[in-house]
């Protein structure tokens, strides 16, 4: 008897629908797997005649043939094990084959019949529902990260003899429900704030625009001035996810099986902190078999690379593209994956080795090592980052004076908590939301040299002050692009249509920090 089935699987972040179908026919016993398969597949031929046995039901001794289609496709993983079970049990007439074509299954089986977790779960159903397949039956484990996928009926599993009795009619199976406003509110807690930071008023500032616009930064100052605590803090200053762009993570984050126990949905934003000895592949992408790096895990959120200066400079040219179009493109010869890299990054390091750079007080590090430390860095890398600013030195023993301290105690109670910068964010975001409705753009940082000139209207001494600063401090078209870009978000903050002088001064401070730096004019 012969029999299909719905199964699926993944390729990079998305899911492609699988053909499961399996023929029992006369002939010499034997169980035949075929359609291009990875041993992890092939394996399933084991757990499956096993868990059927085990469950309670007589494996056919007869010639078994199942193959998966398309047969072109590797396939790889252990979401096939139920799916190749109930096509089985289906073709020796345990279960009814008529309405099988109605569901997905998905699920790794243990040697006991009973129905596994795996990874992907969430992208499989999607790619069912767009297929036109709206029952799933899916790992008991996996039900709840599913169900957020609209359209969805889906049903969460522990053992295979519950599949049989529900498709047989026998027993009554509630599919899954989700409670949105509760995950809501715990998006809502955070136990760090902005307000937590002393001092670095300008850093502050130069965050709150990045966080606005979508712009890359880079903090340089001396170890122990804030650099990592301010980073930190920045997915708090950032909007609340929607649900889409919380559905878009959590497929990232379960294909990589990132997932933390119990977590079915990822609600705040991603703060991916890589170490600086990190390798390639972990960074980009890819591997044997290939898998998102840390600049897919980040998008939606926060790539921060503290010590950055301490990467490899190989490591650090892989950022090019990401920084630029959004995406990685990972190439093998026989398949080609393309992965979301839509992340903010902000970069930290300290000036020199030693770390005090220039303060000579306390620098000992001579030009020629300052120079050869700064260099691991290229500049096509730092063309990519719009701001760059220092973070202060604040040392409380030097407060003796009683007026001081009484000065420093009024600044700290007035720190502006992530909830009231947060608020100046939004308000922007939705300008440019508006904004850009007729786009393919978000964020202010995403603008191309055409919607430049369409959005970017800058007054006659704005004009002039920039082409002054471009000629005098040397920057290149590109830096030049990226000081109106983050110009742009700097007039949204103040609520003006038109670039104005001061706005373009502003961000011409925080791009010029940068190069002077870099030049060691500083």
Known sequence: MFCKVNGADTQGIQARMIQIEADISDGLPVFIMVGYLASAVKEARERVR??????????????????????????????????????????????????????????????????????????????AVRAGIKKCIVPKENEKEAAFIGEAVVYGVRHLSEITEFLNGKENLCPCQMNLAALTEDNRKQNIDFSDVVGQFNSKRALEIAVSGRHNILLMGPPGTGKTMLASRVPTIMPALSLEESIEITKIYSICGRMERGQFLVTKRPFRSPHHTIT??????????????????????????????????????????????????????????????????????????????????????????????????????????????QTEIYEQRNLTDLNQRKQYRVKKQRTETSAEIRYRVEQVRKLQRERYRNEAIYFNAQLSPSQMKKFCSLTAGAKELLDEVVAYEDISMRGKSRIIKTSRTIADLAGTEKI???????????????ERFWEGSI
């Open 280 to 389: 390639d592949t972990a960074l980009i992408g890819g591997g044997r078999k290939l898998r998102p790096g840390e600049v897919t895990l980040a998008s939606g959120g926060v790539l921060f690379l503290d010590e950055f200066l301490e990467f490899k400079k190989s490591t650090l040219e892989l950022l090019r593209q990401p920084l630029e179009d959004r995406q990685v493109t990972v190439n093998r010869i026989y398949e080609s994956y393309r992965y979301p890299a839509d992340f903010m990054m902000i970069a930290a390091a300290n000036p020199c080795k030693c770390g005090y750079y220039p303060d000579r007080n306390r620098c000992h590090c001579t030009e020629g090592e300052v120079r050869k430390y700064l260099s691991r860095v290229s500049k096509p890398v730092l063309d990519r980052i719009d701001l760059c600013t």
């Open 50 to 127: 096993i868990a059927l046995k085990n469950t309670g039901y007589r494996f056919p001794v007869k010639r078994i043939t199942v193959n998966l289609s398309p047969a072109d496709y590797r396939k790889e993983g252990t979401t096939f094990d139920l799916p190749i079970a109930v096509a089985l049990l289906a073709a020796a007439g345990y279960l009814s084959a008529g309405k099988l074509k109605e569901y997905l299954f998905i699920g790794e089986l243990g040697l006991d019949g009973g129905i596994l977790p795996v990874s992907g779960c969430m992208s499989m159903v999607d790619a």
């Open 500 to 514: 104005e002088e001061d706005h373009i001064g502003e961000a011409v401070y925080y791009r010029a920090f940068g």
